[in-house]
């Protein structure tokens, strides 16, 4: 048998004989009662020491002549630890002051044998028998049980089988997720968030896409302290480089941290824009990877250099493209970014719609579509933003259809699309005296009269404000005062029992301007409903009172013709 084998022999019994002595040690450690700060730091070693062995008893060893001298150290360090501490316990020593100084060698012994098997690790020369990990403790484990497991996957990290790090990064994703202790101890734990930090750049896939994995985790509750470890440059080395699950990480990881616009300058600097504009060009970017994308651009654009720099780089036509794409994701997430980078922007607004932005979001509300209902809630929102301030946009609106699609869903769209093509309708007629006689024609009163008794008072107001506008034009009064329908729909609703406060004084003020008709007096007088004015007026006011002395005065400007007539 070789030297190297006998070696190997001796070193198991070492091993096993200092781990069975930091176990008692850390369990005895926890009923001294003096000197209690010193052996709280001792304590920290030796269950890191423990772990790093613990972790060590998984390998093969080759070449190990380090590690033989070095388990030689620790085990008399931990035997002459084991003789201080039974003199704590029993308060045998000799002095206070030789007992400090003694506790603070061997603290200072255990940081060393630590650095040493630091040192063995970086060497390579402890490989991988079996990628074995601590059993994870139960639910009701004690926090101590739990820094245990943590730094003993923290040696496994140190360890230089890449195996041994997956499966040690694997089991901390899970902890992680399933219980926050972990998380929190994780994060207190020195030298562990900069071990991730540092796996991200790691050339093995798995590795790197479980260390992209952890910090998107732990980012939810402690991004400041991945910005302190330095995460944000090699998240987006990530981005150009991992592979399709780990850049979704990175991306998501980056959403995070860019919530805070104090981070979104360090992602300009590191080339985080132009590799996010990367990913939302390729075409064989997952939809996924695109929307994040999309949304960490969206965190990005409230600082005017960048969102300059992407428009000098061709954003906009190339986020107007992917507005057309089959992917509802993708589609979404583009119409969002791009109404961010409009936002009080007037030039932006105006370049959108130079590119073709307009015909972009009009067609996604076309009832023929396959668009969703999500995506044409955007849009809707899309076109009001970017238009609403935007002059002599009307005709190319109406040149894609615009009106049409608004008038259908204010008839068939679900609730929250009705009423956005509802406050669509509100600010286009309040475009322009045309726009209200197109909307006229169209068939728009009809409609916005079904509104005016909806349980919100949002919609019932929005609805009647728009249908006044409407109706202030002589036109538009008219053709609604011919459908003899409009009328009673609108007295119906101003019975007492049933109108809320806020509908009455809305239909009143409809009720007014339709009393400057002829016509509309005599519908309103020869209704059959004209009681519920009467009654209005008695409790009401104001408003009521007016319409009846405007009926009446017709009424007897009627009689007095037919007198002198007669």
Same mark, same amino acid.
């Given at each position: 048998?070789?030297?190297?084998?006998?070696?190997?022999?001796?070193?198991?019994?070492?091993?096993?004989?200092?781990?069975?002595?930091?176990?008692?040690?850390?369990?005895?450690?926890?009923?001294?009662?003096?000197?209690?700060?010193?052996?709280?730091?001792?304590?920290?070693?030796?269950?890191?020491?423990?772990?790093?062995?613990?972790?060590?008893?998984?390998?093969?060893?080759?070449?190990?002549?380090?590690?033989?001298?070095?388990?030689?150290?620790?085990?008399?360090?931990?035997?002459?630890?084991?003789?201080?501490?039974?003199?704590?316990?029993?308060?045998?020593?000799?002095?206070?002051?030789?007992?400090?100084?003694?506790?603070?060698?061997?603290?200072?012994?255990?940081?060393?044998?630590?650095?040493?098997?630091?040192?063995?690790?970086?060497?390579?020369?402890?490989?991988?028998?079996?990628?074995?990990?601590?059993?994870?403790?139960?639910?009701?484990?004690?926090?101590?049980? =739990?820094?245990?497991?943590?730094?003993?996957?923290?040696?496994?990290?140190?360890?230089?089988?890449?195996?041994?790090?997956?499966?040690?990064?694997?089991?901390?994703?899970?902890?992680?997720?399933?219980?926050?202790?972990?998380?929190?101890?994780?994060?207190?734990?020195?030298?562990?968030?900069?071990?991730?930090?540092?796996?991200?750049?790691?050339?093995?896939?798995?590795?790197?896409?479980?260390?992209?994995?952890?910090?998107?985790?732990?980012?939810?509750?402690?991004?400041?302290?991945?910005?302190?470890?330095?995460?944000?440059?090699?998240?987006?080395?990530?981005?150009?480089?991992?592979?399709?699950?780990?850049?979704?990480?990175?991306?998501?990881?980056?959403?995070?941290?860019?919530?805070?616009?104090?981070?979104?300058?360090?992602?300009?600097?590191?080339?985080?824009?132009?590799?996010?504009?990367?990913?939302?060009?390729?075409?064989?970017?997952?939809?996924?990877?695109?929307?994040?994308?999309?949304?960490?651009?969206?965190?990005?654009?409230?600082?005017?250099?960048?969102?300059?720099?992407?428009?000098?780089?061709?954003?906009?036509?190339?986020?107007?493209?992917? =507005?057309?794409?089959?992917?509802?994701?993708?589609?979404?997430?583009?119409?969002?970014?791009?109404?961010?980078?409009?936002?009080?922007?007037?030039?932006?607004?105006?370049?959108?719609?130079?590119?073709?932005?307009?015909?972009?979001?009009?067609?996604?509300?076309?009832?023929?579509?396959?668009?969703?209902?999500?995506?044409?809630?955007?849009?809707?929102?899309?076109?009001?933003?970017?238009?609403?301030?935007?002059?002599?946009?009307?005709?190319?609106?109406?040149?894609?259809?615009?009106?049409?699609?608004?008038?259908?869903?204010?008839?068939?769209?679900?609730?929250?699309?009705?009423?956005?093509?509802?406050?669509?309708?509100?600010?286009?007629?309040?475009?322009?005296?045309?726009?209200?006689?197109?909307?006229?024609?169209?068939?728009?009163?009809?409609?916005?009269?079904?509104?005016?008794?909806?349980?919100?008072?949002?919609?019932?107001?929005?609805?009647?404000?728009?249908?006044?506008?409407?109706?202030?034009?002589?036109?538009?009064?008219?053709?609604?005062?011919?459908?003899?329908?409009?009328?009673?729909?609108?007295?119906?609703?101003?019975?007492?029992?049933?109108?809320?406060?806020?509908?009455?004084?809305?239909?009143?003020?409809?009720?007014?301007?339709?009393?400057?008709?002829?016509?509309?007096?005599?519908?309103?007088?020869?209704?059959?409903?004209?009681?519920?004015?009467?009654?209005?007026?008695?409790?009401?006011?104001?408003?009521?009172?007016?319409?009846?002395?405007?009926?009446?005065?017709?009424?007897?400007?009627?009689?007095?013709?037919?007198?002198?007539?007669?």
């Amino acid at each position: 048998m070789g030297d190297q084998e006998n070696r190997a022999l001796e070193e198991k019994p070492m091993l096993q004989q200092s781990i069975i002595l930091i176990s008692s040690l850390i369990s005895l450690s926890h009923s001294i009662k003096v000197f209690t700060t010193k052996w709280q730091s001792i304590r920290n070693k030796l269950e890191e020491l423990l772990s790093n062995l613990t972790a060590i008893d998984n390998c093969e060893f080759t070449e190990s002549f380090s590690l033989s001298i070095t388990l030689e150290s620790i085990l008399s360090t931990l035997k002459n630890c084991n003789e201080l501490a039974k003199k704590c316990l029993d308060f045998s020593y000799t002095g206070k002051l030789l007992m400090q100084s003694n506790l603070e060698i061997v603290n200072a012994k255990l940081g060393t044998h630590l650095q040493s098997i630091s040192d063995i690790y970086a060497m390579g020369l402890l490989s991988q028998n079996y990628a074995i990990v601590v059993s994870k403790p139960s639910f009701s484990a004690s926090k101590d049980d =739990v820094k245990f497991y943590i730094n003993d996957l923290l040696s496994r990290f140190k360890i230089g089988s890449n195996d041994m790090k997956k499966q040690a990064l694997l089991a901390f994703n899970e902890v992680i997720q399933e219980d926050e202790r972990y998380l929190k101890i994780a994060v207190e734990t020195d030298g562990l968030i900069n071990f991730l930090v540092k796996f991200l750049d790691f050339q093995e896939i798995d590795i790197r896409e479980e260390a992209s994995k952890s910090v998107f985790l732990i980012a939810g509750l402690y991004k400041s302290v991945l910005i302190s470890a330095g995460v944000i440059p090699p998240l987006i080395r990530v981005l150009e480089s991992g592979n399709d699950s780990s850049k979704i990480f990175a991306a998501r990881c980056l959403m995070k941290v860019t919530e805070n616009s104090d981070n979104t300058w360090s992602v300009s600097a590191h080339g985080g824009v132009t590799a996010l504009l990367k990913i939302c060009r390729n075409k064989d970017s997952l939809s996924e990877l695109v929307g994040l994308a999309c949304g960490v651009l969206k965190n990005l654009v409230g600082v005017e250099e960048i969102k300059r720099f992407m428009v000098e780089e061709g954003a906009i036509s190339e986020f107007l493209n992917l =507005v057309r794409s089959k992917d509802e994701v993708v589609q979404i997430c583009s119409l969002d970014l791009l109404q961010s980078m409009a936002y009080g922007d007037e030039s932006i607004k105006e370049m959108i719609i130079q590119e073709g932005g307009i015909r972009a979001f009009v067609r996604v509300l076309d009832p023929k579509s396959p668009f969703s209902t999500k995506t044409r809630e955007v849009a809707f929102r899309g076109i009001v933003n970017i238009c609403f301030s935007t002059e002599n946009i009307l005709s190319l609106l109406l040149n894609y259809g615009f009106m049409d699609h608004i008038l259908y869903f204010l008839q068939n769209g679900d609730v929250v699309v009705q009423e956005l093509a509802l406050k669509a309708a509100f600010w286009l007629c309040g475009t322009s005296e045309e726009a209200k006689k197109l909307m006229g024609d169209a068939g728009f009163m009809p409609v916005l009269v079904k509104f005016l008794d909806s349980k919100s008072f949002e919609i019932g107001e929005m609805a009647a404000e728009t249908l006044s506008s409407l109706i202030m034009v002589p036109k538009n009064r008219k053709k609604f005062v011919q459908n003899d329908q409009n009328v009673c729909m609108l007295l119906q609703m101003l019975d007492p029992e049933k109108a809320s406060s806020g509908n009455k004084k809305l239909l009143l003020s409809i009720l007014m301007l339709l009393t400057n008709s002829n016509s509309a007096r005599k519908k309103i007088v020869n209704s059959g409903y004209l009681k519920n004015i009467e009654n209005l007026a008695e409790v009401e006011g104001s408003d009521a009172q007016k319409i009846i002395r405007k009926l009446n005065s017709n009424r007897l400007r009627s009689i007095f013709t037919g007198f002198w007539h007669s």
